[in-house]
Every structure is written in structure tokens, then in C-alpha cells.
């Protein structure tokens, strides 16, 4: 059964930043594309950032440039560094596959506020 199980959210200032766990269980995690996704109040979910197999990686025009995914796959691990995080960057994230599938971890809460 997938299991995610992410991390390391928080409150935090304008400026400032945070690095986020997932624990990935359940499945061949080297072969899978993963990615981050997040959730602000009243709106959909978003992609924010994916990395691929070989390590190649992709962001959300909102976030290239502050955000860094990497994964581990000796751990099944998947981080997402957050520099510069502004207001707007106040969400639940959430790490999954990429497409995503159905199975989804309880997220992490990120406010950045003053």
C-alpha cells in the first residue's frame, strides 16, 4: 500500500525558509517520477514541483528560481527546499506521484507570515 508521509512545514517569515520531508513507502520509488503539490485556502491543487528518475527537474513558474525538489532513493525520499517564501507560498503540501495517484499523504501546513 503507497504511503506518504510528509514533513517539516511550519510558520515562518516573509524571506524566509523551510525544507520539506516525504517518506515514500509502498511502491518501486526509484522508477516513479515524484513531485510536490500544494493546496491554499479555497483553491485547487497545484503542481509546484517534479523531479524525474534521472534527477531532471521542473517548477511552477511561481516558485523557479526559490524552490529546489531532490529526492533520495536510498531512503525513498523526497525534499523540497523553500527559499524566499512569500505569503502566497501559504498552503498544505503534499508530495505524490507524478501524474498524481490516488493515494495521498496527510500534507504538511506551510504559513509564511509576518
Known amino acids: 500500500q503507497v504511503q506518504l508521509v510528509e514533513s517539516g512545514g511550519g510558520l515562518v517569515q516573509p524571506g524566509g525558509s523551510l525544507r520539506l520531508s516525504c517518506a515514500a513507502s509502498g511502491f518501486v520509488f526509484q522508477t516513479w517520477v515524484m513531485a510536490w503539490y500544494r493546496q491554499a485556502p479555497g483553491k485547487q491543487r497545484e503542481l509546484v514541483a517534479r523531479?524525474?528518475?534521472?534527477?531532471?527537474?521542473a517548477y511552477a513558474d511561481s516558485v523557479k528560481g526559490r524552490f529546489t525538489i531532490s529526492r533520495d532513493n536510498a531512503k525513498n525520499m523526497v525534499y523540497l527546499q523553500m527559499n524566499s517564501l512569500e505569503p502566497e507560498d501559504t498552503a498544505v503540501y503534499y508530495c505524490?506521484?507524478?501524474?498524481?495517484?490516488?493515494?495521498w499523504g496527510q500534507g504538511t501546513q506551510v504559513t509564511v507570515s509576518s
Open positions: 523531479i524525474h528518475t534521472d534527477a531532471t527537474t
Open positions: 505524490n506521484h507524478y501524474p498524481f495517484g490516488a493515494d
